[in-house]
């Protein structure tokens, strides 16, 4: 396989980058529609955050949080049950010639933003952000 002269870094491709936020966009909105053919899935509101893929471009791991943060082990064995029929709909709906395979994680974004905030606001911390 040739390697991409244009990306060096360890990060992902723009390509990878625009895939990953297509693929975010629109399962968000077949989640929010309840395009799927499970009540169960459609009555939850699931935010999804971010979608990263492999350098292929084979396997997109999707970050989700169920609204509340409450039931998320519930939320990711409807998302793993719904996953054929998520695909197809993604497949559908942005054209891509081949669309990758869907996994599901736990997005903890929001626990990581919450320990920074606490970081900076200890003493120490502040006091050496003052100096």
């Known amino acids: 396989m ?8 360890p990060g992902p491709s723009q390509r990878q980058l625009r895939v990953g936020e ?10 929010a529609r309840g395009d799927i053919h499970d009540p169960e899935l459609n ?3 699931i935010t999804v955050g971010e979608v990263r893929t492999s350098p292929d471009l084979k396997i997109a791991t999707a970050y989700v949080l169920p609204l509340g943060g409450k039931g998320q082990e519930d939320v990711l064995q409807l998302l793993a049950r719904n996953k054929s029929e998520l695909r197809r709909a993604i497949g559908k709906k ?5 669309t990758p395979d869907l996994r599901f994680q736990i997005d903890e974004t ?12 200890q003493d120490a911390v502040r006091r050496d952000l003052e100096d």
Do not use: Q
């Open 110 to 121: 929001f626990d990581r933003m919450d320990d920074t905030r606490r970081l900076f606001n």
């Open 22 to 31: 297509v693929i975010r966009r629109t399962l968000s909105e077949v989640l």
């Open 94 to 98: 942005t054209g891509l010639k081949f």
């Open 43 to 45: 009555r939850l509101s």
């Open 2 to 9: 040739a390697k991409n002269k244009f990306h060096d870094g």
